[in-house]
């Protein structure tokens, strides 16, 4: 077949045409509706296919994570019990408001067990904080070296939590050191307010 029996090639009569010419044409519509059924609907197929396989590996890593937490639950509930045991033990170690005299006794009884004059005891008022309140103490002791460490270790073995900032020792005569600090002792506020 050449190019002027292509030329003759009646289109109201495409029954007469060659079977090559016929394979060829089929095949070229086969091509274009195969490309057009891609881009009209195959095309979208893909993207949304895409999109959502990246929704489920999104919701796989997840599940994935929250499978880890709910498989570590109940050590996360022993790990919160024991915290809030903890707390509560903190908590007790804080005087309430009553215990705070006691408290101020047990500090100036530890100072004079371990030898100590005391030339200034001036609680100061309270520092509100987030859910507890401070109660300075200005205090001036004279000892030695070695009562005032057993005066420091003393406030640290009492039951409730005291301690000491600011310190400054300097010397007195006689072989005699001055002490100056400020013991912090704290209190819990509770819900009602104080």
Known sequence: MNMQELNELDFGNVGDWPAAVKLILILILCGLVATGWYFLDTEQQYIDLNRVEKVEQELRADFEAKQAKAANL???RAQLAEMEESFGAMLRQLPNRTEVADLL?????????????FELFKPQS?????FYAELPIQIRVIGD???FGEFVSGLAALPRIVTV???????RGEGKLVLEATARTYRYLDEAGG
Not at 126 to 130: N, Q, S
Request: glycine content about 6%; aromatic content about 6%; hydrophobic content about 35%.
């Open 126 to 130: 309270e520092v509100p904080r987030d």
């Open 165 to 171: 900032h600011d310190v400054q020792i300097r010397p």
């Open 74 to 76: 109940d050590a996360y």
């Open 105 to 117: 006794v047990d500090v100036s009884q530890t100072g004079l067990a371990a030898g100590l004059e």
């Open 145 to 147: 070296f070695h009562e």
